[in-house]
């Protein structure tokens, strides 16, 4: 809008609008303002989150004595000549054995006789005169009409009949270089209880598979492994599951000597547990106390969280083992900082010395430290937690103050063209006595002996 001119004065009408509207939008920069301190709140929250799931997850291999209580394995074989492999779970103690794999399990094969080969494999016809091939997997039999097929055509049969009866067999082609072919159908798993067998008739005759056993390439057999020289145990598999309590033994060959297998305390496994535990705590302290400078000053939040879990710290465990507390395995707070330090030389003597101790001070499933520190994170991380209470409120907030805003900017828009009809009018009515007045004073000035002066 032009500037207005009154008794040589200029107003310059946009500019007064702006700065009475500067004025009038006070309360909604407040609200501005407001949302932005409750969205930094949100966020700040949501970084405490993070923080106190990270320190849930640094005690994850801590808060259970399945996941605590570690062992690992070693062997005299070479790395380069294995017969097994082990791997061990909690229910394993630690302790010496004699191990020998003198038999590896494998599965039944059956082939077409060598010296009768196919010629091809999509064009003859097999002929059975509608006798079905009977193919038997321990106790589960399936028949197959092969006859008409050609020797594609029945490994695809083969193959769909398994599928369709749940039977664990599989019909593959073998072509060699001088265009022979052969069948060969094999057993998928591997033990006695799961040989196959295929029994003898027209259809067994046609795919060239013999009479009788004539024809089976491999036989099936279940593995044997020699405990300390006086056990066998027998698996229908190659995975040996607690022929030795809490081990799984991965057998890989059959081996003429016996070889020694230790059981013993994973410390190192269990030490960096501990250590990542410790680290955990400490950064969850520096989140906190950075949100303490920003984002949820002076909120209560975070020292009822920060007390909660150091009230954990020095509470006893409650036990009957060597150890209730975490400064009697080198654990304890820096009276300045208020980070954990970790005393190494005590930790490792304390899991040497009685690893079940320590492991029922961390993972005890009812008094246990990290277990005790798991729960509770859980109750702040839940969906009816602290946590969450607080944000559900702040997001209230927010929302309640963007409503709010857009109310406040309908109402501004009202004042704002209020005065600018206001001011309109008023540039009407200047104009109009600017006019007047300069009629007026032309008037005057043509009157006989008028001077301006």
Do not use: C, W
Request: glycine share 8%; charged share 20%.
């Amino acid at each position: 809008m032009a500037g207005l001119s009154l008794g040589g004065v200029n107003l310059d009408v946009q500019g007064l609008v702006a700065q009475l509207m500067q004025v009038e939008s006070a309360p909604l920069t407040r609200l501005q303002e407001k949302e932005s301190e409750y969205q930094s709140q949100l966020s700040a929250f949501g970084r405490l989150k993070s923080a106190l799931s990270s320190f849930q997850t640094s005690m994850g291999q801590l808060a259970s004595l399945d996941k605590f209580e570690t062992y690992k394995t070693s062997t005299s074989e070479s790395s380069t000549d294995q017969s097994y492999t082990a791997t061990v779970n909690s229910d394993a103690a630690a302790g010496n054995f004699d191990l020998q794999v003198t038999q590896l399990a494998r599965s039944t094969k059956y082939g077409s006789d060598s010296s009768n080969a196919f010629a091809d494999t999509n064009t003859t016809a097999l002929s059975t005169s509608g006798s079905p091939l009977t193919i038997n997997v321990g106790a589960t039999a399936m028949n197959v009409s092969v006859d008409g097929l050609t020797l594609e055509g029945a490994r695809d049969a083969i193959n769909t009949a398994a599928e369709a009866n749940g039977l664990s067999v599989s019909a593959s082609i073998v072509s060699t270089q001088s265009n022979e072919h052969f069948i060969v159908i094999t057993g998928i798993e591997t033990g006695t209880d799961n040989a196959v067998t295929i029994d003898d008739g027209a259809a067994k005759t046609a795919l060239r598979l013999g009479t009788g056993t004539a024809m089976e390439i491999q036989s099936a057999l279940n593995s044997n492994v020699v405990v300390d020289n006086q056990y066998t145990i027998s698996s229908s598999s190659n995975t040996v599951e607690d022929a030795i309590s809490g081990v799984t033994l991965n057998l890989l060959k059959e081996s003429t000597a016996t070889s020694k297998m230790t059981i013993e305390v994973d410390a190192a496994k269990a030490r960096e547990s501990i250590d990542g535990f410790v680290s955990g705590f400490n950064t969850l302290l520096s989140t906190i106390n950075a949100l303490k400078e920003s984002g949820l000053e002076g909120d209560s939040s975070l020292n009822r969280v920060l007390s909660s879990i150091r009230s954990e710290f020095n509470t006893s465990a409650g036990l009957s083992s060597s150890f209730n507390f975490l400064s009697e395995v080198g654990i304890t707070s820096d009276a300045e900082t208020g980070e954990l330090k970790l005393d190494s030389t005590k930790l490792d003597e304390a899991v040497a010395n009685d690893y079940a101790g320590i492991s029922e001070l961390f993972a005890n499933d009812s008094n246990g430290i990290a277990f005790r520190l798991e729960k509770k994170m859980d109750d702040y991380l839940s969906f009816d937690g602290l946590i969450e209470i607080r944000e559900e409120g702040l997001q209230t907030r927010i929302d309640d103050n963007e409503d709010a805003q857009l109310r406040m900017e309908y109402r501004l828009g009202l004042i704002e063209a209020r005065y600018l009809k206001q001011f309109g009018a008023l540039d009407t009515l200047i104009s109009q006595s600017n006019a007047t007045s300069s009629y007026l004073t032309q008037q005057l000035a043509n009157l006989p002996g008028f001077s301006s002066n």
